[in-house]
Nanobody, 122 residues
Framework: QVQLVESGGGLVQAGGSLRLSCAASGRTFSSYAMGWFRQAPGKERRFVATISWSGGSTYYADSVKGRFTISRDNAKNTVYLQMNSLKPEDTAVYYC???????????????WGQGTQVTVSS
């Protein structure tokens, strides 16, 4: 069992930066791949980024590639999402999730956090 709690969301102007954190409980965090998804109002939840259990492999949605960076610190049971050059279209609730392997598919993720709101003003 893994419990996930996101933090770091907020209001930022376009072009600004935010760093999201996702703290995990449980001794098996380091055995899980982690992912970030986001959901804008009235839209489905979509893949943003994923990272392997070791941190050696990452993959991004095209819409965030070059602007967002996913990383993890297994000693701290935490995964991060550094978001730079933010755009109004990045506005959404951001969720972290844990899976047995890296994936862009929501259904492959077994555990989810409650989400954190990110709002980017123009």
């Amino acid at each position: 069992q893994v419990q996930l709690v996101e933090s770091g969301g907020g209001l930022v102007q376009a072009g600004g930066s935010l760093r999201l954190s996702c703290a995990a409980s449980g001794r098996t965090f380091s055995s899980y791949a982690m992912g970030w998804f986001r959901q804008a109002p009235g839209k489905e939840r979509r893949f943003v980024a994923t990272i392997s259990w070791s941190g050696g492999s990452t993959y991004y949605a095209d819409s965030v590639k070059g602007r967002f960076t996913i990383s993890r610190d297994n000693a701290k049971n935490t995964v991060y999402l550094q978001m730079n050059s933010l755009k109004p279209e990045d506005t959404a609730v951001y969720y972290c999730a844990a899976a047995r392997d890296t994936s862009t598919l929501r259904w492959r993720y077994d555990y989810w956090g409650q989400g954190t709101q990110v709002t980017v003003s123009s």
